[in-house]
């Protein structure tokens, strides 16, 4: 079967207040998994005049104001089969998640509490604007009440409507072979997933349970729990997903 090329991640970076200028990379949030679907809304302020003359036709419409633009995403995050014990594992999903919840946060400038400008990438689409919601669901527990899996949705809203931005990528050319590091096909081993495997399953058995977010990553892996029969997997590459180790 194909090789997968790498799978873009979409990213959260913190903008200047002109919304120019990407700053504070320390700032900056890699998503784990990307989202499924991203929902982009837009909505201009409309008055329809009332008063006298004829009243027959339809109604002239007036536009005050530049307009909303906004954009909704789910994300998930999930710190299961990490082996216990290791040096710098990930054992709650708030430290991943927490990167996220910077751009909710307001800073205080001067008198006045603003949240940060933040820009959302994935690929070639980009969003610029203030997260203005966010809500976080912890779904599973350890033992000792620490949670392991969460979602995150979050909107972003800019006071306008503007033209869509195209950011480039570097991207392959269509058609053009590349395996999951980067390297030409046959350069580095592939591992077959058996039928009912998971990239957990699979990381753990080379000694690598601790970097299965890393690999499911950089293999272009959205479900690390549903591989398919026979499919092949580079256990050899790594990505850095924001957890530090």
């Not at 909505?43 to 009332?50: D, E, I, Y």
């Not at 710190?79 to 751009?103: H, I, M, N, W």
């Not at 480039?168 to 350069?187: L, V």
């Not at 591992?191 to 349970?209: E, H, M, N, R």
């Amino acid at each position: 079967m194909p090789e997968p090329t790498p799978l873009a991640k979409a990213e959260l970076r913190q903008l200047d207040a002109n919304f120019e200028n990407e700053i504070e990379g320390d700032t900056w949030a890699k998503v784990q998994f990307n989202p499924e679907t991203l929902k982009v809304s837009f909505a201009n302020q409309v008055q329809t005049p009332s008063g006298g003359g004829d009243q027959r036709g339809t109604p002239a419409r007036q536009f005050v104001g530049a307009g909303t633009t906004k954009l909704a995403v789910q994300l998930w995050f999930d710190v299961t089969g990490q082996p216990e014990g290791q040096s710098g594992a990930v054992d709650d999903v708030r430290q991943l998640t927490k990167k996220v919840a910077f751009f909710i946060t307001p800073k205080k400038e001067g008198d006045k509490f603003v949240p940060p400008a933040v820009r959302f990438l994935w690929g070639s689409f980009q969003f610029d604007g203030i997260m203005e919601s966010l809500e976080e669901s912890l779904e599973f527990f350890s033992p000792e009440g620490k949670p392991l899996r969460a979602s995150v949705s979050f909107g972003l809203t800019q006071q306008k409507i503007t033209a869509f931005v195209f950011r480039p990528t570097d991207a392959p050319p269509p058609g053009a072979p590349r395996g999951p590091s980067g390297k030409p096909p046959g350069t580095s081993p592939m591992t077959p997933a058996p039928q009912g495997s998971t990239v957990q399953g699979l990381a753990a058995g080379q000694g690598k349970g601790g970097d299965w977010q890393s690999i499911a990553s950089a293999n272009g892996i959205e479900n690390p729990r549903q591989l398919a029969a026979g499919q092949l997997i580079d256990l050899q590459v790594g990505v850095n997903i924001g957890v530090k180790r």
